[in-house]
Each structure stands twice: as structure tokens, then as C-alpha cells.
């Protein structure tokens, strides 16, 4: 059974482009969370989502940042026109449900790189 | 919202000694408590957790306490070894949500 999948690890980006990356999560899981961690700082909540429903938008910031789950195919965290504050690590993290009794993995996280 | 609280921020141990992080949380209807260790350029690796209906659990040389009335749980490591030597973050998932809410990191150091 395969991990959290995330890719592309690593993303270099210039000052106003887009940034997408995308996650695939365990088997099974539907529930998928996407955190941000700038560098030397701890993991922020950014968004929760299931299939093709966001639940939880709570930690994004309220422009450039977007984020969807499609009925098929990964989740795609999207993020436009960047800026060198939006270099970060992002992680993508899994569960197959919501109550304590489920562990949440995580994925190897997505370096981007804003130049 | 959910606020998670760590301490210390950094930690230097001696090889062998036991090394304890604590957290505090705001929200009183978190019910999930894991704790992650986190190597440079790394995911954060799930080391031992506990859920609300427990007070203690512990796992070799890995323990984790609880106390809800209080509102705080503490990672304890015992005869620590230089591969312990990462950040630790701990983490409060309010009921029924599934997110994660983290605390800042302890970056420990164990000296051989």
C-alpha cells in the first residue's frame, strides 16, 4: 500500500507564476489536509477537503491560494502569481476518517522555491 | 479556534538522559494528540500518540501523558541516543475534524 504520494518535490518558481502541486493520498483515504511550513518554523493547517468538497478553508490565505479534491485523479494545491513569502515546504497529509481512532499520514512534502 | 502551546523551544541532553517536551492546548474538545519527529528536509514521522479516553501510553523508550482537566500532554523520552537528535512537534486535533493543530517544534540535541 503506498504512502501518501506527492509530487513534484521539489518546484522552483519565478516572482508571478503559478505553482500546482498535487498529492495522492493513501488507499482508501478520503480525507486529505494540506499544511505549510516555512522554513524553521512548525506545520500551519491550511485546507481539508474530501472528494470534490472543500470542508475546512480555514488556514488559507484569502487570495492566490486554491485547493481542490475532483472526484478523480490527486488533490492539486494551487497557488498563482507567487511570491518569495510562498517558499515553503508544503505537505499533504491523509485519513480514512475523522474521529480519534484515525492516524493521519503524512507525505514527503513539496519544496517550493520562489526566485 | 485550537492553540497549541510547546516547550522548550530547544533542548540539549546527554546521551542517556531523558528528555521531556511539554504542550498545552486551548480547546477542550480536542480529543487526539499525536506527536512527530521531524529531520531536516524531511516529512514529519508519527513517534507515538494518544487519544482523550487515556491518560498514558508508552512505547520502548517513548511515553506520552495527559492531562485533560489541565489541558496538557508531554512527550518524555528515556536514555536518549544521538539518532533522537531532530525537531519534535506535538499536535491537538479538535473533535471531529481530523485537521491538526501543531505546536512551534523543539529542536533537540542529544550530545554522545
Known amino acids: 500500500n503506498a504512502g501518501v504520494m506527492q509530487n513534484p518535490r521539489h518546484l522552483v518558481r519565478r516572482r508571478g507564476q503559478e505553482a500546482r502541486l498535487r498529492c495522492s493520498p493513501m488507499?482508501?483515504?478520503?480525507?486529505v489536509y494540506w499544511y505549510r511550513q516555512l522554513p524553521e518554523e512548525g506545520l500551519k493547517f491550511m485546507v481539508y477537503?474530501?472528494?470534490?468538497?472543500?470542508?475546512?478553508e480555514s488556514g488559507m490565505p484569502k487570495e492566490r491560494f486554491s485547493a481542490e479534491f475532483p472526484k478523480e485523479g490527486p488533490s492539486i494545491l494551487r497557488i498563482q502569481q507567487v511570491v518569495r513569502g510562498d517558499s515553503a515546504a508544503y505537505f499533504c497529509a491523509s485519513a480514512q476518517g475523522v474521529s480519534a481512532g484515525n492516524t493521519i499520514y503524512f507525505g514527503e512534502g513539496s519544496w517550493l522555491t520562489v526566485v | 479556534g485550537e492553540n497549541v502551546e510547546q516547550h522548550p523551544s530547544t533542548l540539549s541532553v546527554q546521551e542517556g538522559d531523558s528528555a521531556v517536551i511539554k504542550c498545552t492546548y486551548s480547546d477542550s474538545a480536542s480529543n487526539y494528540f499525536p506527536w512527530y519527529k521531524q529531520e531536516l528536509g524531511k516529512r514529519p514521522q508519527l513517534i507515538i500518540d494518544i487519544r482523550s479516553n487515556v491518560g498514558e501510553k508508552k512505547d520502548q523508550r517513548i511515553a506520552v501523558t495527559l492531562n485533560k482537566t489541565a489541558k496538557h500532554f508531554s512527550l518524555h523520552i528515556t536514555e536518549t541516543q544521538p539518532e533522537d537528535s531532530a525537531v519534535y512537534f506535538c499536535a491537538a486535533s479538535p473533535s471531529n475534524t481530523g485537521k491538526l493543530i501543531f505546536g512551534q517544534g523543539t529542536t533537540l540535541q542529544v550530545k554522545p
Open positions: 477537503l474530501q472528494k470534490e468538497n472543500i470542508i475546512d
Open positions: 488507499k482508501g483515504h478520503s480525507h
